[in-house]
């Protein structure tokens, strides 16, 4: 059974604070999605990773396929970066789509 | 006109009520999914459909009556249902290209579903 763990599950900042988020998986997979959502219930994907690192504007996520973990970073957080943010897998025996508990980040003015 | 669309977006409804969710989407993908999202608990899968076909069921209770009658709308029939489905219902769509799935999913802003 392949588990997706995520940490922290809560996280508040102050405006401007770098933020990491952490994935970890049990199980071979082929890529590593990061998502978000907002609190309207609508998710958007961030990220899709099968190695390495990506960048998109202040977001930035990185995968370690030996170590089974991902980490999504924001630099200079905004308060508009309040979300909760999902770590999904695919992969393992039954090439499912698995997904983390979630991260909800709150970042004050 | 938004790429998946949901109605309604919020929904009250009594055990003994029967009840639909609608999904739309736009984006002419193939296949089409429910999901479950319950409080502190990960998304949670219920049905799939590719090219119109169910071709999953995640042991889901009767209650619930998925209907793809084409590609690009799906439904979820709701009837006597209990107070713990109270969750937000996802819905989202996906095309499979030649090189298989990499499981890139377009979603729905979901139905905010309370059964009292």
């Known amino acids: 059974k392949n588990e997706v763990e995520q940490s922290p599950q809560n996280l508040t900042a102050q405006e401007g604070e770098f933020i990491t988020i952490n994935c970890s998986y049990s199980?071979?997979?082929?890529?590593l999605h990061w998502l978000q959502q907002h609190p309207g219930g609508g998710i958007v994907s961030l990220f899709m990773?099968?190695?390495g690192k990506k960048k998109h504007g202040r977001l930035i996520a990185t995968i370690n396929i030996q170590e089974k973990h991902s980490s999504l970073h924001i630099t200079a957080s905004h308060p508009r970066d309040s979300a909760v943010y999902i770590c999904a897998v695919l992969g393992g025996s039954n090439y499912k789509l698995t997904f983390g508990k979630g991260t909800l980040l709150t970042v004050n003015p | 006109e938004t790429g998946v669309t949901q109605t309604p977006r919020h929904l009250v409804m009594g055990m003994t009520n029967k009840k639909s969710l609608k999904c739309e989407q736009h984006?002419?993908?193939?296949?089409m999914y429910w999901y479950k999202q319950s409080a502190k608990k990960p998304l949670e899968l219920m049905f799939v459909y590719n090219f119109k076909e169910q071709t999953e069921n995640n042991s889901v209770p009767s209650r619930f009556s998925p209907e793809c009658p084409n590609s690009s709308h799906l439904f979820l029939h709701l009837h006597t249902l209990q107070p713990e489905d109270s969750a937000l219902y996802l819905c989202?769509?996906?095309?499979?290209?030649?090189?298989?799935?990499?499981?890139?999913?377009?979603f729905g802003e979901g139905s905010r579903l309370t059964v009292l």
């Open positions: 984006l002419g993908h193939n296949a």
């Open positions: 990773l099968s190695s």
């Open positions: 989202a769509s996906s095309q499979d290209p030649a090189g298989g799935w990499t499981g890139e999913l377009f």
């Open positions: 199980v071979g997979i082929s890529a």
